[in-house]
């Protein structure tokens, strides 16, 4: 499953490394919009509407984005599962509460500090993909 996100916004970037650090099985990748990649997956949509929410892959390449894919990748995390059922129950909500952190996501920014988005971008780095054949070669390799 692939997660992408906003490479200009901190508060997104850190959102994303939280992803992934909650994901010890490797199933959920992390790549930004404005990447190769994402430009390709979302390559459907007007640029101006690729950054007003955040997008999931699923495996069998359905996107979700804004609610539908906070709810999909909640899912996929062992430690969330609880919530994804409440967001499952209830897409409205979960879709209105997106929407109102999305919103707010520079005050949520100012949240987290310097240091801990230079730790997600070193995670996201490390981590994600840009490119088509960064996906392809991270799934070549042995689950962790």
């Given at each position: 499953m692939?997660?992408?996100y906003?490479?200009?916004?901190?508060?997104?970037?850190?959102?994303?490394?939280?992803?992934?650090?909650?994901?010890?099985?490797?199933?959920?990748?992390?790549?930004?919009?404005?990447?190769?990649?994402?430009?390709?997956?979302?390559?459907?949509?007007?640029?101006a509407?690729?950054?007003a929410?955040?997008?999931?892959?699923?495996?069998?390449?359905?996107?979700?984005?804004?609610?539908?894919?906070?709810?999909?990748?909640?899912?996929?995390l062992?430690?969330?599962?609880?919530?994804?059922?409440?967001?499952?129950?209830?897409p409205?909500?979960?879709?209105?509460?997106y929407?109102?952190?999305?919103?707010?996501?520079?005050?949520?920014?100012?949240?987290?500090?310097?240091?801990?988005?230079?730790?997600?971008?070193?995670?996201?780095?490390?981590?994600?993909?840009?490119?088509?054949?960064?996906?392809?070669?991270?799934s070549?390799?042995?689950?962790?």
């Open positions: 692939i997660v992408l906003d490479l200009d916004c901190g508060f997104c970037r850190w959102t994303a490394a939280w992803i992934v650090r909650l994901d010890p099985g490797e199933r959920l990748v992390a790549a930004p919009i404005q990447s190769p990649l994402g430009s390709e997956l979302l390559a459907d949509l007007p640029p509407d690729r950054l929410a955040a997008h999931m892959i699923d495996d069998e390449g359905r996107r979700h984005s804004a609610g539908a894919a906070a709810a999909e990748v909640i899912s996929a062992d430690r969330t599962h609880v919530l994804a059922r409440v967001a499952r129950i209830s409205r909500t979960t879709d209105r509460l929407g109102a952190v999305a919103r707010r996501r520079m005050y949520f920014g100012r949240f987290v500090g310097r240091k801990a988005r230079e730790r997600a971008d070193r995670l996201l780095e490390a981590s994600g993909v840009t490119t088509a054949a960064e996906l392809r070669g991270r070549q390799r042995p689950p962790a």
